[in-house]
């Protein structure tokens, strides 16, 4: 599908667009060219030009990945062949929830060391804006107030195309050299600018190591 070419630029909002204009293709033309499957764990996965073997229906199996790159070896070991892999991703978007801080009760705060270190945040800029959770009435003594999403999105370019029978680490490092941003590194700039904490980020994605919760994939 012409339409659902990767894009450098792709965001998670560009993504839900890709996924909205991929279903109403396949509806008009009555015959499903592309896999768009959101489930619960906020995991999405797009799948374009799947005019082969597995082009023909939707299917709703899930499979628990840690990241985004993990994503295709769950893929893979569903036994479909990194061929089709290569040539249908168009990007991988995981998603997780941190909540947001309480503005009637937070106060600014410096991060301690132990906090940066575990997060693998060598400095800090500036402007950053990194508040701590305290509690009040209005939070229910939570120090917190509703959530919001921190997104992982990964473009399939063609060097990641070329790797889709490499180790999760290797996918995972030339996503990264090509400008994904993490979810920890999605998390790490809300904290900094006083929306949620550091401890709720490392709360939601871990510390010095991937998230271990797992987002599911959806095929
Ligand atoms: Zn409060």
């Not at 790159?69 to 062949?81: T, V």
């Amino acid at each position: 599908m012409a339409d659902t070419a990767p894009s450098a630029k792709l965001t998670f909002e560009g993504a839900q667009k890709l996924l909205a204009a991929a279903i109403a293709k396949a509806k008009e033309i009555n015959q499903p060219q592309c896999i768009c499957i959101v489930d619960s764990g906020g995991f999405l996965l797009t799948m374009g030009r799947m005019d082969g073997a597995y082009g023909m229906s939707v299917e709703t199996a899930l499979r628990k990945a840690q990241t985004a790159a993990s994503a295709i070896q769950r893929l893979r070991d569903m036994n479909i062949e990194p061929s089709i892999l290569a040539t249908s991703i168009n990007c991988i978007v995981g998603q997780r929830l941190v909540r947001r801080v309480c503005h009637e009760c937070c106060r600014p705060a410096e991060p301690s060391e132990e906090l940066l270190e575990s997060l693998l945040i060598a400095s800090i800029r500036s402007e950053s804006q990194f508040v701590e959770a305290r509690g009040c009435p209005a939070c229910g003594d939570t120090g917190y107030a509703g959530r919001t999403p921190i997104f992982e999105v990964m473009t399939m370019t063609d060097e990641l195309s070329e790797l889709v029978d490499a180790p999760t680490r290797v996918i995972e490092q030339m996503a990264i050299s090509q400008g994904m941003s993490t979810l920890r590194e999605s998390g790490i700039a809300l904290a900094a600018a006083g929306i949620t904490t550091l401890d709720e980020v490392r709360r939601v994605v871990g510390g010095k190591r991937r998230a271990t919760r797992g987002f599911a994939v959806a095929s």
